[in-house]
């Protein structure tokens, strides 16, 4: 069983800055991409970033400039610094997810969800 946790939301100022962090663990034998999503209320999850086990990122264009995604292989986590927070465009629960080879198979694994609020 692979587990994803994450932290880091919670309430900032507009302009203001968060880093997320999230955690895999379990039987792991490669991890491949992981990026971040999110989801605002009444809106679709959407990507946020993305990067591959060679570190090659992906960035939505709405965050380009302001956030940052980037891993630690040795610790099977993925980290989004975001930077410049905007009230309405970034308030959201962000997601997680990693793709990763186990023994059984290779899927995708979410995290629980980490609310970010950002203040006006």
């Known amino acids: 069983q692979v587990q994803l946790v994450e932290s880091g939301g919670g309430l900032v100022q507009a302009g203001g800055s968060l880093r997320l962090s999230c955690a895999a663990s379990g039987i792991i034998l490669k991890i491949n991409a992981m990026g971040w999503y999110r989801q605002a209320p009444g809106k679709q999850r959407e990507l946020v970033a993305a990067?591959?086990?060679?570190?090659?990122?992906?960035h939505a264009d709405s965050v380009k400039g302001r956030f940052t995604i980037s891993r630690d292989n040795a610790k099977n986590t993925v980290y989004l610094q975001m930077n410049s927070l905007k009230a309405a465009e970034d308030t959201a629960v962000y997601y997680c997810?990693?793709?990763?080879?186990?023994?059984?198979?290779?899927?995708?694994?979410w995290g629980q969800g980490t609310q970010v609020t950002v203040s006006s």
């Open positions: 997810y990693a793709h990763v080879d186990t023994k059984a198979s290779g899927r995708d694994y």
């Open positions: 990067i591959t086990d060679g570190g090659t990122t992906t």
